[in-house]
């Protein structure tokens, strides 16, 4: 149940806001980021948003969260046109990533 509402979520998070751009949505829940995979484009934004009961991150080169609390949600905006790999250093088996188009 909790599954599925997070994919939801993210699903209705990820419609489009405006012309060309668009506000994707990972959540962070049981130890894992949702949905692990996310393409995007150039300019479009990514929401971050820990629904677990631990701090995690987001972390790769050039892209840092800082730690977020149960409940906090980090925003951050595609600038370059190059996909990437990204963990939770404080959780390192938390993988995601970002393709960007
Ligand atoms: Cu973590």
């Given at each position: ?22 506000e994707?949505?990972v ?10 995979v996310?393409?995007v ?5 990514i929401v ?26 980090w ?9 990437f ?7 390192p088996v938390?993988?995601?990533r970002?393709e960007?188009?």
């Open positions: 149940m909790k599954t599925a509402f997070a994919t939801l979520f993210a699903a209705l998070c990820a419609l489009p806001l405006a012309a060309g751009a668009a994707h949505h959540v962070i829940d049981g130890m894992k980021f949702t949905p692990q996310v393409q484009k150039k300019g479009d934004a971050w948003e820990n629904r677990d009961m631990f701090v995690h991150n987001v972390a790769a080169d050039g892209v840092k969260s800082g730690d977020l609390a149960p409940g906090k949600t925003r951050w905006v595609v600038r370059a046109k190059m996909s790999d990204y963990l939770c250093t404080l959780h938390m993988k995601g970002i960007v188009k």
